[in-house]
């Protein structure tokens, strides 16, 4: 098998739902990571690029249609590049990214670009289509921004709770206090606005052209965990809620993109790598309890890898949810992570966003420039998805091999 590479990397900045990139289109935030990533490796010719692979969690509006070969139209590429779309929901752009590497793992590429976008702003409301013609009653317009919509009636009902009500459930059972919620959301907040303040993400973000937003829009540098105490529960109003719009990852906008190739490529990017793809692993539970999936997928990739928590070095977890970040980073203490200030050391969701396509690959990206940042030879970027599913990725950063 051929060894796969990380080589670049780029995302737009992450837009808050009805902010600045609500007038933006997903498959021109698409085009725009698409063509921000190419410029990183010069030597590319872009026609090429043997595959793009793209992730879209929602699909139902602008994004219908196979965005990835609307980014790559968009874009300018030549037409002769392929382009496919897939759906994993929150985890879509990391398993474009997976798919990628296994192209290349397996031969049937040299080059692929990887990625995903999502507008949640954008996402449009639906009419189920009845089953007959012009009935008589009231229909009601579905929002696709988020989570489950015209469910099946066969379905169990506890595994089609809502979002939030599944956390909270995961709160009542790991006993996560909201006090401890709040710490985390903080913290994401904090250590997220001292990396763009370091400068950390100024190489990984590039412009979204006429849209005058310079960062991610939803870090609140002033948050603490004691504004963060005066919010009202979102989900359970009863008093035995801990999850409120603060302590979750907001709906956002935003779009990111990967370059992924064979260590042979190298001379054809005009790049080295910036990490080797290392280890693969997926997970799935019951629907309700998706927050915990990244525990297991994590173990498969580490174990694909040939490591073990103690050995890693830093960890980009998509923070859905303060509670079920906390979940699972209470799983891997046990396992043996060494630091729990290894997870998400330059903020997480809950400040920079999350569009549910084009988290996946900004985690990944986060992680390669963290291990390229800290000399750690060993990272894990890991995410929940909904239904009950994770993913996971095991990076080396082969400069720090001694």
Not at 299 to 304: D, H, V
Request: aromatic share 4%.
């Amino acid at each position: 098998m051929t060894e796969s590479y990380l080589y670049a990397a780029a995302r737009t900045p992450f837009g808050r739902f009805n902010g600045a990139l609500a007038g933006v289109r997903p498959d021109d935030l698409a085009a725009t990571a698409l063509s921000g990533v190419l410029a990183r490796v010069p030597g590319l010719d872009p026609a090429a690029i043997d595959e793009v692979v793209w992730g879209a969690a929602n699909q139902a509006g602008e994004d219908n249609r196979n965005l990835g070969r609307m980014a790559v139209l968009l874009a300018d590429l030549p037409v002769t590049v392929p382009a496919t779309t897939v759906n994993r929901l929150c985890g879509s752009s990391l398993d474009a990214a997976i798919t990628a590497s296994r192209m290349i793992a397996s031969g049937d590429a040299d080059v692929v670009v990887a990625g995903g976008a999502e507008s949640m702003t954008r996402a449009p409301w639906v009419l189920p289509k009845p089953a007959r013609g012009f009935p008589a009653g009231d229909v009601t317009a579905v929002s696709t921004a988020l989570g489950w919509r015209l469910i099946n009636p066969r379905m169990p009902v506890e595994w089609t709770a809502s979002l939030g009500e599944c956390n909270e459930q995961i709160a009542a059972s790991t006993g996560i206090s909201r006090e401890r919620q709040d710490a985390f959301a903080a913290r994401s907040h904090r250590l997220a606005d001292q990396a763009w303040r370091d400068g950390f993400y100024d190489d990984l973000v590039v412009a979204v052209p006429d849209v005058d937003l310079a960062r991610d829009e939803g870090i609140r540098a002033d948050t603490t965990p004691e504004t963060l105490a005066g919010l009202k529960p979102s989900f359970r109003r009863d008093g035995t809620g801990t999850i409120t719009a603060g302590n979750a990852s907001p709906l956002s906008d935003g779009a990111s993109a990967l370059v992924l190739g064979s260590a042979s490529a190298a001379d054809r990017l005009g790049a080295q790598p910036l990490a080797r793809i290392a280890g693969r692993g997926a997970s799935a539970l019951e629907p309700h309890l998706f927050g915990l999936a990244p525990i297991e997928a994590a173990a498969a990739a580490l174990r694909r890898a040939g490591i073990g928590w103690s050995q890693v070095g830093a960890v980009e977890l998509n923070e859905a949810f303060a509670v079920q970040s906390l979940a699972c980073l209470d799983a891997w203490l046990a396992e043996g992570l060494r630091d729990a200030e290894l997870v998400n050391a330059r903020g997480g969701a809950i400040a920079l966003g999350h569009p549910l396509g084009a988290s996946g690959a900004r985690i990944l990206a986060t992680l390669a420039a963290r291990l390229r940042e800290t000399g750690e030879r060993w990272g894990l970027a890991a995410i929940c998805i909904g239904v009950g599913q994770g993913l996971a990725v095991v990076l080396e950063n082969e400069s720090a091999v001694a």
